[in-house]
């Protein structure tokens, strides 16, 4: 999953906006005025459109998957770290313009279009708005015909030709085959299937360091003991990268 979850740096777009925003902070000095102030500032923002637009998109199939959840999450956080010290505000609002947003499928035209308005002078922050909204439909391993309707339609109205369309696509089909094996390899190499429980990876993973430790070879020769530590940190790193997708 970690490859879907690069959420590209928007710093320079948000200051450019944020900046009248942030001044007028100055002489709001009631908080809830603020905060009032705050969320409509940020639903008209690129970050504002895009989560709801995700919303959409997240439901289109008629639920939201665990893994579209994490996702999800992890899209939020990372447009609100260039909020700056409102970071954890912003993400909250950001959260419940997506919440708003995710039992309704319809009305994202009027989205997609203000979206359109923000991002059409900049064209790599257009087509990486695509690549998000599809890793969100490929993250559960199910990319639903409801899905790639909705899609397909935001980018015909974000000015993508059909031809611009299957490029992106077929270059997150295959980032996301490229990833699917990289994760198998890391089961594979504890030996245990990617349907394994948390409990069960933690335990094949104990056993296999405590088995393949150095110190637990006797007698053993400088090539067994470099196997050994080359075989101990194919282990831990396989182990690192399950505790990342898996998240705990």
Request: a negative charge; hydrophobic letters at 40%.
């Amino acid at each position: 999953m970690e490859f879907l979850l690069k959420i590209i740096t928007l710093s320079l777009l948000f200051l450019a906006v944020a900046r009248p925003f942030y001044a007028r902070r100055a002489i709001l000095e009631n908080k809830d005025e603020y905060n009032a102030d705050f969320y409509h500032f940020i639903e008209s923002t690129y970050a504002g459109l895009l989560s709801a637009i995700f919303a959409k998109v997240a439901k289109a199939d008629g639920r939201v998957s665990e893994k579209e959840a994490l996702y999800v999450g992890s899209f939020l956080s990372g447009l609100a770290e260039d909020f700056n010290e409102d970071k954890e505000l912003a993400r909250n609002i950001l959260k419940s313009i997506f919440n708003k947003n995710k039992n309704d499928v319809d009305g994202y035209e009027d989205l997609v279009k203000n979206l359109y308005v923000q991002v059409n002078s900049n064209s790599a922050l257009k087509e990486r708005s695509i690549q998000l909204l599809m890793g969100l439909a490929f993250i559960d391993n199910d990319f639903s015909d409801d899905e790639e309707a909705l899609i397909r339609h935001i980018s015909a109205l974000l000015r993508f030709n059909d031809e611009d369309y299957a490029r992106i696509k077929q270059s997150i089909t295959e980032q996301y085959s490229d990833h699917k094996k990289l994760v198998n390899s890391y089961f594979q190499t504890l030996g245990i299937s990617q349907r394994a429980d948390n409990d069960s990876v933690k335990k094949a993973y104990r056993a296999l360091v405590k088995s393949c430790h150095p110190d637990s070879i006797v007698g053993a020769t400088d090539k067994e003991l470099y196997e050994a530590n080359d075989r101990l940190q194919k282990i831990n790193e396989a182990y690192a990268e399950i505790k990342k997708i898996r998240m705990f």
